[in-house]
């Protein structure tokens, strides 16, 4: 059995802290380097179901994407649920070990599961890294279909590609618009739309789009045959296929070294939105009438 410094050194070489953005908490956070790591579950949240799945699946290493905590703390007692989360896993022998903008941006990363996860041959990142002469790393990426689906048909796909959550996708653009060329970005993308519309792709998959920049976006599109359309999923699903890449990662790593671990991928939702409601639909048979 490796020990977790050994594990812990593997997954740096898939996800190097060093290439996490600088406001970010990567790394380990809670375990003893010496311990032995027979168990490895990955989940996208940290969060108090998903310790208490670690320790019910008797595993002594989570491996999550979000940081337990991304800006610094004076306490981790047990009376706020970050601490509870940290006290959980400690009495239980489970060690905590984050992965964020450093899976992000690796090859293959977060958006490359997720490109795979609807069906995309990637063909390059949205946002290149600089520093890769190979020109695969980097944030997002950009992905082609093998036959062109209309924004429906592609919407659909997405839906069955990705875990259900309570507030499922949701589309903005013509539900007939071929679309062929797709950028993704796993977890909240609307920083990059300027980089989506010099990439000149039919949709932008991605998470947590806000009114303005979605609005904007749509209206920039007036211009460009309604290109990019949008399809808006659920954060959460949008990172979790990174946890089954990862988990094959470490699978692979695993049985070069004879370490014989079990890997699990949590399947627990942790999307905040828990359900979801629709409004009759609102009809206006007088536009601008005066109340
Ligand atoms: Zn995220």
Same mark, same amino acid.
């Given at each position: 059995?490796?020990?977790?410094?050994?594990?812990?050194?593997?997954?740096?070489?898939? !996800?190097? %802290?060093?290439?996490?953005?600088?406001?970010?908490?990567?790394?380990?956070?809670?375990?003893?380097?010496?311990?032995?790591?027979?168990?490895?579950? &990955?989940?996208?949240?940290?969060?108090?179901?998903?310790?208490?799945?670690?320790?019910?699946? /008797?595993?002594?290493?989570?491996?999550?994407?979000?940081?337990?905590?991304?800006?610094? +703390?004076?306490?981790?007692?047990?009376?706020? &649920?970050? #601490?509870?989360?940290?006290?959980?896993?400690?009495?239980?022998?489970?060690?905590?070990?984050?992965?964020?903008?450093?899976? =992000?941006?690796?090859? %293959? #990363?977060?958006?490359?599961?997720?490109?795979?996860?609807?069906?995309?041959?990637?063909?390059?990142?949205?946002?290149?890294?600089? +520093?890769?002469?190979?020109?695969?790393?980097?944030?997002?990426?950009?992905?082609?279909?093998?036959?062109?689906? @209309?924004?429906?048909?592609?919407?659909?796909?997405?839906?069955? /590609?990705? %875990?259900?959550?309570?507030?499922?996708?949701?589309?903005?653009?013509?539900?007939?618009?071929?679309?062929?060329?797709?950028?993704?970005?796993?977890?909240? #993308? =609307?920083?990059?739309?300027?980089?989506?519309?010099?990439?000149?792709?039919?949709?932008?998959?991605?998470? =947590?789009?806000?009114?303005?920049?979605?609005? $904007?976006?749509?209206?920039?599109?007036?211009? =460009?045959?309604?290109?990019?359309?949008?399809?808006?999923?659920?954060?959460?699903?949008?990172? !979790?296929? !990174?946890? $089954?890449?990862?988990?094959?990662?470490?699978?692979?790593?695993?049985?070069?070294? *004879?370490?014989?671990?079990?890997?699990?991928?949590?399947? @627990?939702? @942790?999307?905040?939105? +828990?359900?979801?409601?629709?409004?009759? $639909? &609102?009809?206006?048979?007088? %536009? *601008?009438?005066?109340?």
């Amino acid at each position: 059995m490796p020990k977790l410094s050994a594990v812990i050194a593997a997954l740096e070489a898939l !996800w190097p %802290p060093e290439r996490a953005e600088e406001w970010d908490a990567v790394g380990l956070v809670c375990g003893d380097p010496d311990a032995e790591v027979s168990r490895v579950l &990955f989940a996208v949240d940290p969060v108090h179901e998903v310790a208490e799945e670690a320790v019910r699946t /008797g595993a002594d290493l989570l491996v999550t994407h979000h940081p337990l905590y991304l800006r610094g +703390t004076t306490t981790v007692a047990a009376t706020g &649920f970050k #601490g509870r989360v940290v006290h959980s896993l400690i009495k239980n022998n489970v060690a905590l070990h984050v992965a964020h903008t450093n899976a =992000d941006r690796a090859d %293959p #990363g977060v958006s490359d599961a997720l490109a795979a996860a609807v069906g995309l041959r990637v063909t390059g990142p949205l946002v290149p890294d600089r +520093t890769d002469p190979a020109g695969r790393r980097g944030l997002g990426r950009i992905g082609e279909l093998d036959a062109p689906l @209309t924004l429906a048909e592609f919407a659909q796909r997405a839906a069955k /590609g990705l %875990p259900h959550t309570a507030t499922g996708l949701r589309v903005a653009g013509d539900p007939e618009q071929a679309v062929r060329t797709v950028a993704v970005c796993g977890g909240s #993308g =609307d920083s990059l739309f300027g980089d989506v519309r010099r990439a000149g792709v039919d949709v932008y998959l991605t998470a =947590d789009l806000r009114h303005h920049p979605a609005s $904007e976006a749509q209206q920039a599109g007036l211009f =460009d045959e309604g290109r990019p359309s949008l399809v808006d999923a659920a954060h959460w699903a949008t990172e !979790w296929p !990174w946890c $089954e890449q990862a988990a094959s990662q470490l699978d692979e790593i695993s049985d070069r070294h *004879g370490w014989a671990l079990r890997t699990y991928v949590s399947r @627990t939702v @942790t999307d905040p939105w +828990t359900a979801h409601a629709v409004s009759t $639909e &609102f009809t206006n048979s007088n %536009p *601008g009438a005066p109340r």
